[in-house]
């Protein structure tokens, strides 16, 4: 395991190495001279210049490329025009809410996804099956974005029962957190709750067809001791990939649902950064959540040894 | 001839004509999946090219002593905040979803098709190729579309230029491993040794059999694209405001949905139903093309 770690650490060098050199030539690609776009039409050709030379435009762009790397590998993300602090400070500020978001939408996700993968399995052809698989195609289909606008008009504004909007730490208030977290944890996991959904009934599927599930079945076990304890494990693993997928893909929907639902998190962050263009804070929110994207993929892997002991990393 | 002898062939003609289909139209007639995909896409088409025949108004005329009115004889799907007809909104917001659905997906499938087979003929170029894609795909999707809008600003064509560069990486990785896997195969080898070029063995040998994948790949995309697409627009990065697409009438739906839920309702329906079309037919083309992938 300890050398396998090693070489896959070594691999995501020259992956996180192309995800700089991508967030730097971000601010490279503005059409024209990115300090004209960020002080407006009205700056004079001296404030343009100051500028240009306060933030190192001035220098040869293999020059820049190389500074950026040097003060990447010294965790400094620059400081945002508008925020008035680093943008290391304003990312770890803002990151909680995404990370309590993140983790909610996956244990809805898990929650929803792996007991009604497994049961249209167990099912397989009932009206139980059918129905299941029918809500995880439209589950697949429904844009998130648009299910927490739905969510919101029925749970918040007809029904009164939860908060239509905002955020409360978990930190200072958990009861109230669960309140506030409900409805964006569904929204955002429902989506992925599919997926694993139909992943999870096609790996059941193929277990189940195993000769050991015959020979457990001949020894007289239940249905139930069947499916849950023979079966379920060794369904597990292709569907641990997917969950690790659907984790690296709600880093993206957390940005859509904290706009829907005023969480005060990274998504609100770059686009309110992407609004008064500031590219600073776009380039530290891009740089972080790729870099969680990588680690959590390498972490999935890792993961696979710990479910099926069959998989060994020599 | 006699009129009996014309109804004798007309008859067998008739009865001929199912075995005269080619064997692949009626593999693809037979599955469910893609003919209820395609159907709705069909119905999505018309109504995009229909949009200035069916809409009862004009999308973007604004008609402030109209604004929210709930579906009615008049205004079928109701008004928006602006007084727009939400139904005009709708049909014309069907053309810049299947503009960007369709242009990102041959965008992708042509630089994908480039890229592949560069990375899967060149074992040179291949490692900083892959590595380029590998980093291009460590970036959650939506939010690398979000950054590059971010610096090329509003537009139709600048959501297509974001969302292809998004997606390429997908169908240059599928092409290359449809090269690597093809690349040492007998009658590929056969060619080399009678002295065809890469050029011509790729165009001639490889290509033929990256259509299949590249059909699903197709599929799919086109779906992520507009959803993609009108994501952007929700978050006010996408296509400008005052251009009707189904991701800026939800988000002007989002602002009054207390009073007119029907504002975001429509394009949403519309949204999934787009969505739900392009799965089926690329879920259905993927178990016609490639049964293994069958989804049990």
């Given at each position: 395991m300890g050398p396998y770690l090693l070489r896959r650490l070594a691999a995501i060098v020259p992956v996180l190495a192309v995800v700089v050199t991508i967030v730097f030539l971000l601010i490279h690609l503005i059409p024209g001279d990115p300090v004209s776009v960020m002080l407006g039409p009205d700056a004079t050709p001296g404030q343009i210049e100051a500028t240009r030379k306060g933030l190192g435009l001035d220098r040869p762009i293999y020059e820049q490329l190389v500074g950026f790397y040097g003060r990447i590998l010294r965790g400094d993300l620059g400081q945002s025009y508008f925020l008035d602090r680093p943008v290391s400070q304003a990312l770890w500020e803002r990151a909680e809410p995404t990370m309590v978001l993140m983790l909610s939408a996956l244990v809805v996700a898990i929650a929803i996804g792996v007991p009604s993968g497994t049961v249209a399995a167990a099912c397989r052809g009932s009206a139980w099956d059918r129905g299941l698989m029918l809500i995880s195609l439209l589950g697949v289909c429904i844009p998130g974005f648009w299910l927490s606008l739905n969510f919101i008009y029925f749970f918040a504004v007809r029904l009164g029962w939860l908060p239509a909007a905002g955020y409360v730490s978990v930190l200072t208030d958990p009861a109230g957190a669960l309140r506030y977290m409900v409805l964006p944890a569904f929204s955002l996991g429902f989506n992925q709750s599919a997926l694993i959904a139909r992943i999870s009934r096609s790996c059941m599927l193929e277990v189940l067809q195993q000769d050991y599930i015959r020979t457990a079945r001949a020894k007289g076990l239940s249905h139930r001791a069947v499916t849950w304890v023979h079966a379920f494990r060794n369904a597990l693993v292709p569907v641990v990939t997917v969950i690790g997928i659907t984790t690296a893909v709600l880093i993206g929907g957390a940005v859509v649902t904290e706009i829907v639902f005023n969480i005060p998190g990274l998504g609100r962050l770059i686009i309110s950064a992407i609004l008064r263009r500031d590219y600073p804070v776009v380039q530290g929110v891009v740089l972080v959540t790729a870099t969680a994207y990588v680690l959590i993929n390498l972490g999935v892997d890792l993961l696979y040894a710990m479910i099926d002991p069959r998989i060994r990393y020599d | 001839m006699t009129e009996a002898a014309v109804d004798v062939l007309a008859s067998a003609a008739a009865a001929g004509a199912p075995a005269m289909r080619p064997r692949w139209l009626r593999r693809l007639l037979a599955n469910r999946s893609v003919v209820t995909g395609a159907l709705i896409l069909v119905a999505f088409v018309l109504a995009a090219v229909l949009a200035g025949t069916l809409s009862t108004h004009n999308p973007t005329r604004l008609e402030p002593a109209s604004r929210l009115q709930p579906p009615s004889a008049r205004h079928f799907l109701g008004t928006d905040e602006f007084g727009r007809d939400v139904w005009s909104l709708v049909l014309y917001g069907s053309r810049v979803s299947l503009l960007v659905g369709v242009t990102t997906m041959v965008l992708t499938s042509v630089g994908g098709i480039a890229v592949g087979l560069v990375a899967g003929f060149s074992r040179r170029l291949d490692t900083v190729v892959m590595r380029v894609m590998d980093g291009l795909m460590a970036f959650p999707a939506i939010l690398l579309a979000i950054a590059l809008m971010a610096v090329r600003g509003p537009g139709v064509w600048n959501v297509i230029f974001a969302l292809s560069v998004v997606y390429m990486p997908r169908t240059a990785m599928l092409i290359r491993s449809t090269v690597l896997s093809i690349r040492e195969l007998d009658y590929v080898q056969a060619a080399r040794a009678l002295g065809r070029e890469d050029a011509g063995i790729a165009a001639r040998h490889i290509l033929p059999n990256c259509v299949g994948p590249l059909l699903v790949q197709g599929s799919f995309v086109f779906a992520y694209a507009i959803l993609a697409e009108a994501i952007l627009g929700f978050l006010g990065v996408?296509?400008?405001?005052?251009?009707?697409?189904w991701g800026n009438v939800i988000a002007s739906g989002k602002n009054v949905i207390r009073e007119a839920f029907w504002v975001s309702l429509f394009p949403g329906v519309a949204l999934t139903l787009a969505g739900l079309s392009l799965n089926l037919l690329g879920d259905g083309l993927r178990d016609l093309l490639d049964p293994r992938l069958r989804v049990q």
């Open positions: - | 996408g296509v400008p405001p005052y251009v009707p697409s």
